[in-house]
C-alpha cells in the first residue's frame, strides 16, 4: 500500500494519529495492527 502526502492515518486501538509528510510503499502499524486512513 502507498500513502501518499497529507494523507491521515488513525490507529483504531489506541487512537494515534499519523499525517504523510513524505509518501512512501508499505502499511503504518500503530499497537501491531495497520493504521486506517481517516478524515479527521
Not at 9 to 15: A, E, G, I, L
Request: proline share 5%; hydrophobic share 35%; charged share 20%.
Amino acid at each position: 500500500m502507498a500513502t501518499g502526502v497529507d494523507e491521515v492515518y488513525k490507529c483504531q486501538v489506541c487512537t494515534n494519529v499519523v499525517i504523510v509528510k513524505k509518501s512512501g510503499v508499505g502499511v503504518l502499524v500503530c499497537c501491531g495492527k495497520p493504521m486506517q486512513p481517516t478524515k479527521e
